[in-house]
């Protein structure tokens, strides 16, 4: 049973930073990414950043290129989203997905809510 639990959700106000956590478990897969989505009220939800569990390689949304960072812990099952200099727009519910990224796949986290404002 595969489970994403994230963390690390809050409110901050514009240009300040946050760090997402997602721990996951139950993978059988040899080969996955792993990222995460973000999802405003009344608007499709939107792949924000990937990594691959193969070589690392990384995806960003042209939206957070240079401002969000995503990384992994190997030994922990963690993956991480670092997000600096965070914009109003940036407000969402994010979630953590796994197998596929930025396709959406088949596993979810609960989401956790971001909030940027002043």
């Known amino acids: 049973q595969v489970q994403l639990v994230e963390s690390g959700g809050g409110l901050v106000q514009p240009g300040g930073s946050l760090r997402l956590s997602c721990a996951a478990s139950g993978f059988t897969y040899d080969y996955y990414a792993i990222g995460w989505f973000r999802q405003v009220p009344g608007k499709e939800r939107e792949g924000v950043s990937c990594?691959?569990?193969?070589?690392?390689?990384?995806y960003y949304a042209d939206s957070v290129k240079g401002r969000f960072t995503i990384s992994r812990d190997s030994a922990k099952n963690t993956v991480y989203l670092q997000m600096n200099s965070l914009k109003p727009e940036d407000t969402a519910v994010y979630y953590c997905?796994?197998?596929?990224?930025?396709?959406?796949?088949?596993?979810w986290g609960q989401g956790t809510q971001v909030t940027v404002s002043s």
């Open positions: 990594i691959s569990s193969s070589d690392g390689s990384t």
């Open positions: 997905a796994a197998p596929l990224c930025p396709v959406e796949g088949d596993y």
